[in-house]
């Protein structure tokens, strides 16, 4: 078993839906990780969470570190958000990130 | 620099053949990460430094692989022998943690071609 999980693997929604992708760790965290890769593109930092909610414009992100589980939600999904979403997590004791293998994401005009 | 600067972007290089590869990560960042990415696949990771520690090499896949980082700066990653399998795109990652924050920068990565 993987130690960082997310589903689904794969998310094909219509744009305006709302979106939500799951990220379940079985060790222990400092930190959590949400980043975006567009396709062909660069991997870019969305969040990094130890507690509670963060939100940035239509991106929201979520942990519970007792159920050791994340969120990441898109409101009034756009194309444009069309990307693989990878969670990844920092050990407690070292810099040393375990990741999802990611959730790719197509939303439809 | 503003982000992670790496470098060259493209590399074609000939089977046998060594190359360097060039990350310059955001000034005051602790952790450096190496990872690559073959077309179509997630990350995988090869080595990350930690301040003065001990890097952690686990992640290289063969002793063709290597990776100094100097004056806890700059890093190079080198690849000797090349083989075609070497191919991918290598992505460096720079990373701070600022009390219950933290800044996670990744390079637009160095695409390297073994012929």
């Known amino acids: 078993k993987n130690e960082v999980e997310q589903s689904p693997q794969n998310l094909t929604a219509q744009e305006g839906e709302f979106i939500t992708i799951n990220c379940s760790y079985s060790?222990?965290?400092?930190?959590l990780h949400w980043l975006q890769q567009h396709p062909g593109g660069g991997i870019v930092s969305l969040f990094m969470l130890s507690s509670g909610k963060k939100k940035h414009g239509r991106l929201i992100a979520t942990i519970n570190i007792q159920e050791k589980h994340s969120s990441l939600h898109i409101t009034a999904s756009h194309p444009r958000d069309s990307a693989v979403y990878i969670c990844?997590?920092?050990?407690?004791?070292?810099?040393?990130?375990?990741w999802g293998a990611g959730t790719k994401l197509i939303i439809k005009p | 620099g503003a982000g992670v600067s790496q470098s060259p972007s493209n590399k074609v290089t000939e089977k046998g053949k060594d190359v360097e590869l060039r990350c310059d990560p955001i000034s005051g960042h602790t952790a450096l990460y190496w990872y690559r990415q073959s077309l179509g696949q997630g990350l995988e990771f090869l080595i990350y430094f930690q301040g003065n520690s001990a890097p952690d090499k686990s992640g290289l896949p063969s002793d063709r692989f290597s990776a100094e980082r100097t004056g806890g700066s700059v890093s190079t990653l080198t690849i000797q022998r090349t083989q075609q399998e070497d191919s991918a795109v290598y992505l460096c990652?720079?990373?701070?943690?600022?009390?219950?924050?933290?800044?996670?920068?990744f390079g637009e990565g160095s695409r390297l071609t073994v012929l």
């Open positions: 990844a997590v920092k050990g407690e004791s070292n810099y040393q990130l375990i």
């Open positions: 990652a720079s990373f701070r943690l600022a009390g219950n924050t933290g800044e996670l920068f």
């Open positions: 060790v222990g965290i400092s930190a």
